[in-house]
């Protein structure tokens, strides 16, 4: 797979929309993808794609490999007498770049109305010092409330509307970036290994999680159907802006972000940065003090625990429809992933 075909798959990931709880189109898509692979490729009740890959033998570890299908988004909650829509969030919204925007409506049998979030003209405005509360947000679809009504029901999803599209160097940017990335490098990570899995030291899940924006629900459950012996939860983190914390952000096109926590194994995060340095793999760390806020969290406390890394792809601009990354961070993660099932997995790990 070279970078044009991996650029692709990224955009047809992104182009699928699954807003937590809601995640079957962008859940099917990615499936279909792993059945390159494996046969037993499933989509559960929960939205959560499970590939299972080798045959799980006594003594030979077996390990899941975990990203999110799922995106931030919207809700709707109530039709105003006047037609319109008022919203709730699905996951950590940033309630800053709201006012405006471009959205899309997901109706039932695939039937989108788009609509725009209103906003007051600033030659009216009395207070434009603070981001409004989404209560205080509504969507006009141009529609009256009986128009509204017989198309749109409550509890339908909202996007706010976005191409993905390449910009100068190696970067993107798009939506949901957050996590289809890390869902991108997985199968990078298992497409590099193809010729090899018969042979690797391990058997394999590789899971797409459902509901990781609303509680990391997915992964509970995939986890505990899964019940792996160690796991690597790939994720993005902060990648550094202007203006931004040094300290608390990496840098773009430096590699993968490499976690250590108190919540997660040691000894993987040590093996993962030892196979980075053999290899000539790019990497950077990334320490925590507590949990880590990705599905590391829930699938490491799972049945009796599970030894738990997290390898996260830096990303600018989080949880916006202008999500940004570097391809080269996102292929060294899959590179990483891919040296760690050849070669990682020891007893000591």
Known sequence: ??????????????????????????SQTA???????????????FGNVIANIG?????KPHIMLDAHIDEIGFIVT????????????CGGIDRRLL??????????????????????????????????KLEDIFVDT??????AENIISLGDRVIISNKPCVLLGDRVTSKCLDDRAGVAALILAIDLLNDKLDGLGCSLSVVFSSQEETGERGAKTSAYKVNPDMAIAVDVSFAKSEGESK??????????????SPSLSKAMSNRLCQIAKAEGIPYQIEVMGGTTGTNADAIGVTRGGVKTATVSI???????????????DLISSALLIAEFLRNGVEDDV
Do not use: W
């Not at 039937?111 to 981001?131: M, N, W, Y």
């Not at 300290?247 to 590699?255: H, I, P, S």
């Open 142 to 147: 141009g529609m009256t409330k009986a128009e």
């Open 31 to 45: 499936a279909s993808m792993l059945k390159k692979y494996t046969s037993d490729v499933t989509v559960d009740d």
């Open 55 to 59: 045959k799980r033998e006594e003594g």
């Open 314 to 328: 830096p990303l600018k601009y989080m949880h916006t429809p202008v999500e940004v990354i570097s391809m080269s």
């Open 1 to 26: 797979m070279d970078k044009k075909q991996l650029t692709e798959i990224l955009f047809k990931l992104t182009n699928q929309n699954g807003v937590s709880g809601d995640e079957y189109c962008a």
């Open 247 to 260: 300290y608390k952000c990496g840098k773009m096109g430096k590699g993968p972000m490499i976690g250590f």
């Open 78 to 89: 109530y039709i105003t007498n006047e037609g319109f829509l008022k919203i709730s969030n």
């Open 99 to 132: 006012l405006a925007q471009q959205v899309e409506i997901l109706c039932a049998g695939g039937q989108r109305v788009f609509g725009v979030i209103t906003s007051t003209p600033p030659h009216l405005e009395t207070d434009d010092k603070k981001a409004l």
